[in-house]
Structure formats: C-alpha cells, structure tokens
C-alpha cells in the first residue's frame, strides 16, 4: 500500500473530508472507553492502558481517514485501473473493523460502491459488501434499503455478462456470499429473500443445485448449501404466528416438489460413483437438515420423508464400503436414521 499516491484535488474529495475531520462514532466511542478506563484503572497500568487506548483511536481515526481518501481514488476519474483495486483492497481491509464500517457508510461509501456495482459489476469491490454486513445488523438493514439484495439476486442469476465469461460462477459465489452475510439472524433480509424475491422458487438456484447442471466451482457448490441451511432454518427466529404462515407459503411446495426431489436425486446419482461421495456427503448433509427441523417437520410430506430415509439408508450402506469413509459420518447418519424413524413414524422403512 505504501506506493499507492491518492488523488486528493479538492473538487473530487469526499463530502466531510476538508479541514479536520469532525469526531466520528469510533472516535466518541474510543474517547469514552477511554475515559472509563483512565478512571477504574490506578498507578502504572492505567498509564499504560491509557497510552495504548490513545494509540488505538488515532490508529482507528487513521482508518477511516484511508478509507474516505480510497473512496476519493474511486470517484477521481483518471484514476487508473491499478489504483481503483487498490483502494478497493485498502476499504475491504479498514471495513473488517466495525466502528469502521458503521462510519463509511455515514459518509455515503456503501452507498457509492452499491452504485458502481449497479454499473459495472467490479468482483473486487463485491467483498467489501460481504466483509462490513458480517454480525452487522445497521450494516444489514443499509444494504437492503440499498436494494442490494435484488442487484446480487440479478448477479446470481446470470442476468449480467462479464468481459471474461470465465469469470461469471466467481461472480455468482460472490454474490451468494454477500447474501449469506446480509442474511445472517437478521429477519428483514430472510423477509425480503424469501417473500418478496420468493428465491425458494428461484430456478436459477436448482440450476446452480443439480449435479448435472452445476458449474464446476471449488467453493460455489458449498455456500450455497450454506445458504440453503440458514435459510431452511431461519424460521425459528421469527414469531410462532409468522413462522408458520413463512413456512406454509413459502417453504412448504419448493421444499416437496422441488428442493427435496433435487437433493435426492443428487445423491442417488453421487452414490453410484466411488469418486462422487463427498458431493453425496454433503447433499445428505443438506438432506438431513431440513428433516431435522422440527420447525421444518409438519410440511414435509410422507412421500418425501419416506424418500429422504430410504436415501440415508442407502448412504449408510454406501459410506460404509468406501475406503475413505468417516466412521463418525456413518454413526451420524445412522443416529438420524433412527430419529427420522421416530419423528415419521416410517419404521416398516427401516426393517
């Protein structure tokens, strides 16, 4: 970073950025920790916690100075290509920092990345997203008012074409990952993604789901079963009433007629090839998951939990013969065997 020369002309500055800057909510916060500090600490450590704690503000205020300084370098316009991914490494670092994060979007930076996406889909930039909405719920709440969730939804549906076609699965597991990070416990986003979006019902997602469709991406099939998993289970933090009318509505037909039948089908075709289990492992995975739920339960049908213990089954008896087979996987799928067997009621299944 040490290189990088910023473009500071003043007609091109970040709002706020002239003169000193004001006291952001990092810095309020820090002075008071501070404070606090200096008063319940006494002799030669308070000294010491006070000088570090000094340190950590100005650090912190340095912070945010790179980052308005890098959004700067975004918005100056002969900027070359090399700087703009600079800066935008330099704003993903600064973001991881909450305080940090909080502030950038107070002065419009979440803002003006959203904006430049919307134009241009830049994968580096994508990151920041994913890195400031982690455990972030004013973050989160931002993103959405941003329509951030609609413009990744457009991503992950292959709706925008890059220069180098290659490139377009590392722009779906980006986006997927933003979504994951937004998502998290935060029920306006679950709202927005499976209501208004109904992304259940997204055919671009069995696309991305179906073995036989499924792009070959190391790290794209993961999050979305990640994806899928807090999603599934997502609404046991909403309210008992809504949870469900979001169940009945939403889940109940994609979960019977589209999700489960596909998952199934994944693994029965992953068990007929040694080099495929670990693809199978990890459907089952995703399989069992939604069976477990008791939330999930009583809108699972009789046909597909039927279907989904027969293919645990038959994943037992097939993990069980493979070389690198994890004994602890066997007893988990044979523990939840026994359990589906006694939430179903399917016990002439198991015989």
């Given amino acids: 970073m040490n290189g990088l020369q910023y473009k500071t002309d003043?007609?091109?500055?970040?709002a706020a950025t002239n003169g000193e800057l004001q006291p952001s909510d990092l810095?309020?916060?820090?002075?008071?920790?501070?404070?606090?500090?200096?008063?319940?600490?006494?002799?030669?450590?308070?000294?010491?916690?006070?000088?570090?704690?000094?340190?950590?503000?100005?650090?912190l205020g340095d912070r945010l100075k790179q980052c308005k300084i890098a959004l700067n370098t975004l918005q100056y316009k002969e900027s070359t290509?090399?700087?703009r991914i600079q800066?935008?490494?330099?704003?993903?670092?600064?973001v991881e920092d909450n305080y940090v994060a909080n502030d950038f979007v107070k002065i419009g930076g979440l803002a003006y990345i959203i904006e430049v996406l919307k134009e241009q889909p830049i994968l580096q930039a994508i990151p920041i997203i994913t890195t400031s909405a982690i455990e972030n719920e004013y973050i989160q709440n931002e993103l959405l008012n941003l329509g951030a969730i609609k413009l990744f939804l457009n991503f992950f549906e292959g709706n925008v074409k890059l220069e180098d076609p290659k490139k377009e699965n590392d722009l779906k597991y980006l986006s997927t990952s933003a979504i994951v990070s937004m998502l998290c416990t935060n029920n306006k986003i679950y709202e927005e993604l499976v209501e208004k979006q109904r992304f259940f019902e997204n055919d671009a997602l069995y696309t991305l789901l179906h073995a036989k469709t499924a792009p070959e991406h190391p790290k794209l099939k993961n999050k979305l079963h990640f994806l899928m998993d807090c999603l599934i289970s997502h609404p046991e933090n909403l309210q008992e009433e809504r949870q469900k009318y979001t169940i009945n509505h939403y889940l109940k037909k994609p979960l019977n007629d589209k999700l489960i039948p596909l998952l199934l089908e994944n693994v029965n075709a992953a068990l007929q090839d040694k080099k495929q289990i670990e693809k199978a492992r990890s459907n089952v995975e995703l399989l069992t998951s939604i069976a477990m739920l008791n939330q999930i339960q009583p809108c699972i049908t009789a046909k597909s939990?039927?279907?989904?213990?027969?293919?645990?089954?038959?994943?037992?008896?097939?993990?069980?013969?493979?070389?690198?087979?994890?004994?602890?996987?066997?007893?988990?799928?044979?523990?939840?065997?026994?359990?589906?067997?006694?939430?179903?009621?399917?016990?002439?299944i198991k015989e």
């Fill in 27 to 59: 810095e309020k916060n820090l002075i008071n920790e501070m404070t606090q500090a200096k008063n319940e600490a006494m002799g030669r450590d308070a000294d010491e916690l006070w000088k570090k704690q000094q340190q950590q503000m100005i650090d």
């Fill in 305 to 348: 939990s039927k279907a989904i213990l027969s293919t645990i089954l038959s994943s037992i008896v097939t993990l069980k013969k493979a070389t690198d087979c994890d004994a602890d996987d066997v007893e988990d799928y044979t523990e939840i065997a026994s359990e589906l067997v006694n939430d179903y009621g399917l016990a002439s």
């Fill in 81 to 83: 290509v090399e700087e």
């Fill in 87 to 94: 800066a935008i490494d330099l704003i993903q670092f600064h």
């Fill in 10 to 14: 003043d007609k091109e500055k970040v």
